[in-house]
């Protein structure tokens, strides 16, 4: 995207003005890609609290008579 594209999607008036939101922006990306690392992380280390339930013969679903 180019300085102009951002001017007009934003509605500012100096490529000074784009520049600075530009850089704000940059800026608050790199925090929620950091939030979102730390979170995937964290969740990989605690052990899961979900436990398969394995299927055994005659446990399947009831199935109609014919």
């Known amino acids: ?34 939030a979102i690392d730390q979170a995937v992380k964290a969740a990989r280390r605690k052990p899961s609290k979900r436990r398969v339930k394995r299927a055994t013969e005659g446990d399947g679903p009831a199935t109609p008579a014919s």
């Open 1 to 34: 995207m180019s300085l102009r594209d951002i001017m007009a999607r934003m509605g500012h008036d100096s490529p000074r003005a784009a520049l600075i939101y530009q850089h704000a922006n940059r800026e608050a990306d790199q925090g929620i890609a950091d």
